[in-house]
């Protein structure tokens, strides 16, 4: 029983044995068939008819599906195949049908060739093969990680057809480019066209950007050549500004826009860059010569064109600056001969008129290169920089002794007063162009002094035209200058209002006290010292009338305040006094010490020089310039004996009763003492205060400084006030020495130490 089963299993298991050998031959048959099958499909799969856009559908299903199985099949020989005959197919179509067309055209004729070419090969070729095939891609291809099936196609025309046709194919763009650049119409849309190819085909950057930037470069630089010599500087210009304009169009019409930038900078640095200097100094045409005659057109193109390049308007500006140099030096040597002219005539009126002239001029300069500036130079800030390094040359040049700080004092004054000069401007307007020249101006503290005289003078005479006039200034100045510019000129304006209040109280005190009223109208203006100039106080004996009029002010000003002391200057005041003389009773406007020589006369016909000096107690200079006012100037109402033009301690003096003049009312003149000295002086003073502060407020923050650096800082604080001389700077650091606001280190002795 045991044998029998035995035996069965071995038959049973060969039985098996032999099944499976069997369905293995059959399998190994049936796959031996398949590959047949693959190898006669794919030995089927033909190029041809695929150029024709109306291909039969059955075949084109055919061959899908014949491409189908053989691309789903796991065997890599045959997809290996599959993908040779894709490439091959495309090399055959374009060794067949399209290189041999294309040898035949050149030119513009060439490039729609090579277009309409590729649009084919792109569209009904390589696109529909690539759909064929496409399951090749999506298994074979993207599991070996080989070149898929859209590059494969590219990689063909390049290869086959690029590389053969390319040199022709650049040529004729860049001659159909430069043919647009020579003045003719051009198909842009083909060169478009052609662009697209190359963005296609990845060849842009490297191969057509390239060689169109080699294109212009060449096209420019001979035309850069020609333009140059046989143009003047605008025409020149008027060239290159044609060009830049066409290329930025041509570029932006036909290529990417990274290229513009390219071709542009190209265009500036061949036409602009390298003939720069060969342009500026055209003898009859350049820059220059432009500036000279005011070609404000073309100076603006020159700017728009020369901004485009790097560091373009360095040598714009420098000769912007040289110009406006030597046209503000002109108008001082001008200046200059005039002003001896009238120096040794001695006449100082036509002196004075004339340095405030120069103001003038250099203010309608500034107008004129401002405007350029702004106009024709795009407000560019280098232009604004070099204007005020030109006008801080020939504005901080003396006049005949005479500063610009000062001459620009005078001619604000005469712009303020009443009665002021006929001028096309608004004063506004004039007062921001003052503001303006300030600007140039270094010695701002001594224009601020010089000011602040002209500016008490025309306060406490009534001279000034408006007050909203001067509140202006002030404002502009505050503006441009700092608070601290300003603070005693605008003490001065609040004091003169204020007045206003005392005034009308001391009237309310005299009508409520009448025992106190002197018998005639007195006005006192109270200043406050720290914000006036000082001027020179002077005692003498009042006349009676005077004393009585002081006297009823000082008891009203003690009701008010107690702790004030009064200074009185009387050489700052004024009278009218009633003279009866017997051609007509008039009028004399004079200033307090005239009236109270004149007061003298109602008690005396005749006086000696020394009778009037011991009754007013006045130092002789005084009463000399006194006496010679009132009878030997404009107006003679005192005769002198002997009848000369000088006064000395001999002469004598009587009332001209027989004094007349055509007017009723008439101002006796009363020359000032010329106090220019005593303002330079003040300021000179003044700075070395300044200088010392800035020192020690440096060193206090720093400690420990250096020599040259303390120079430095110091010099750079005090810039915006006034220009400090080196020397004084060194003068005051040795004077802080001294006093033991600083010391030297031991070890360097050009080292300061801050000592607290």
Not at 16 to 28: F, G, H, P, V
Not at 48 to 62: A, P, Q, R
Request: glycine share 2%.
């Amino acid at each position: 029983m045991e044998e029998k089963t035995l035996k069965d299993m071995k038959e049973e298991e060969i039985r098996k044995m032999e099944k499976k050998t069997l369905k293995d031959m059959k399998e190994k048959e049936e796959k031996e068939e398949e590959m047949r099958k693959l190898e006669l499909m794919l030995s089927n799969i033909e190029i041809k008819g695929l150029s024709n856009e109306t291909l039969d559908g059955i075949k084109c299903m055919t061959l899908y599906t014949d491409i189908y199985i053989v691309a789903t099949d796991s065997n890599q020989v045959f997809n290996a195949k599959m993908y040779s005959k894709y490439k091959e197919f495309h090399n055959d179509y374009l060794n067949d049908i399209v290189l041999p067309h294309l040898r035949l055209h050149h030119g513009e004729f060439l490039l729609k060739e090579f277009e309409t070419s590729w649009a084919h090969y792109s569209k009904v070729i390589h696109n529909r093969l690539h759909l064929y095939f496409r399951y090749l891609g999506r298994y074979y291809v993207a599991r070996e990680k080989l070149l898929n099936l859209n590059d494969v196609g590219n990689r063909c025309f390049i290869d086959l057809l690029y590389e053969e046709m390319r040199s022709r194919v650049m040529d004729a763009v860049i001659c159909l480019i430069n043919k647009e650049r020579d003045g003719a119409k051009i198909d842009r849309e083909l060169v478009k066209k052609v662009v697209n190819v190359f963005e296609e085909l990845k060849l842009y950057e490297d191969i057509f950007e390239e060689r169109i930037v080699a294109g212009t470069k060449d096209y420019y630089s001979k035309k850069a050549s020609l333009w140059i010599s046989e143009n003047s500087c605008p025409e020149f210009m008027l060239k290159v500004e044609e060009c830049l304009e066409k290329e930025e169009n041509m570029v932006r019409d036909c290529m990417k826009p990274a290229t513009e930038q390219k071709i542009v900078s190209e265009v500036e640095h061949k036409l602009l860059v390298l003939h720069s200097t060969q342009l500026f100094d055209k003898e009859y045409s350049g820059l220059k010569k432009l500036l000279e005659d005011g070609k404000v057109v073309d100076l603006a193109r020159m700017y728009r064109l020369y901004s485009r390049v790097h560091d373009g308007l360095q040598h714009v500006c420098l000769a912007f600056k040289n110009h406006v140099t030597a046209q503000g030096m002109a108008l001082v040597r001008q200046t200059e001969i005039e002003v001896n002219k009238h120096v040794v005539k001695n006449d100082v009126g036509a002196l004075q008129n004339q340095q405030v002239h120069l103001i003038m001029e250099f203010i309608k300069l500034h107008e004129v290169y401002l405007s350029y500036v702004n106009d024709y130079f795009q407000s560019n800030s280098m232009f604004f920089k070099v204007l005020k390094e030109a006008f801080e040359v020939f504005c901080n040049k003396s006049i005949a002794g005479v500063s610009p700080a000062e001459l620009l004092s005078i001619f604000c004054d005469q712009t303020l007063k009443k009665k002021s000069c006929d001028n096309d401007k608004s004063t506004e307007d004039t007062i921001d162009d003052v503001v303006k020249l300030l600007v140039y101006i270094s010695d701002k503290d001594m224009f601020a002094e010089f000011h602040r005289k002209k500016l008490a003078r025309r306060l406490l005479f009534n001279k000034s035209d408006s007050d909203e006039h001067e509140r202006y200034l002030l404002t502009k100045l505050k503006q441009k200058c700092g608070r601290h510019f300003t603070s005693k000129m605008e003490g001065m304006v609040t004091d003169l209002t204020l007045c206003q209040d005392t005034t009308a109280s001391f009237t309310d005190y005299l009508r409520d006290n009448p025992d106190m009223n002197p018998g005639f109208d007195l006005t006192v203006t109270v200043l406050t010292i720290g914000f006036w100039p000082s001027y020179k106080t002077c005692t003498f004996n009042l006349p009676p009338e005077m004393l009585r009029c002081v006297e009823a002010f000082k008891q009203f000003y003690q009701t008010r305040t107690k702790r004030t002391r009064i200074t009185w200057l009387f050489s700052l005041g004024t009278c009218t006094i009633v003279g009866k003389f017997e051609p007509k009773t008039m009028d004399l406007i004079v200033t307090t010490l005239q009236a109270s020589v004149l007061l003298l006369f109602n008690s005396a016909n005749r006086l000696s020089y020394s009778d009037i000096k011991d009754q007013l107690d006045l130092p002789e200079e005084d009463v000399t310039r006194l006496l010679h006012s009132l009878s030997c100037a404009k107006y003679k109402i005192l005769k002198k004996e002997p009848d000369t033009k000088t006064i000395s301690k001999t002469d004598y003096f009587e009332f001209n009763s027989m004094f007349t003049d055509r007017l009723k009312r008439i101002k006796v003149p009363f020359p000032l003492v010329d106090d220019r000295k005593k303002v330079i002086e003040t300021v000179v003073s003044d700075r070395r205060h300044a200088i010392e502060a800035a020192i020690v407020r440096i060193m206090k923050f720093r400690k420990v400084l250096g020599h040259h650096q303390l120079m430095s800082e110091c010099a750079e604080v005090l810039s915006s006030t006034f220009r400090p001389d080196f020397k004084i700077i060194k003068l005051q650091i040795e004077s802080l020495i001294s006093r033991d606001y600083l010391e030297r280190d031991s070890k360097d002795h050009s080292v300061y130490r801050y000592l607290a």
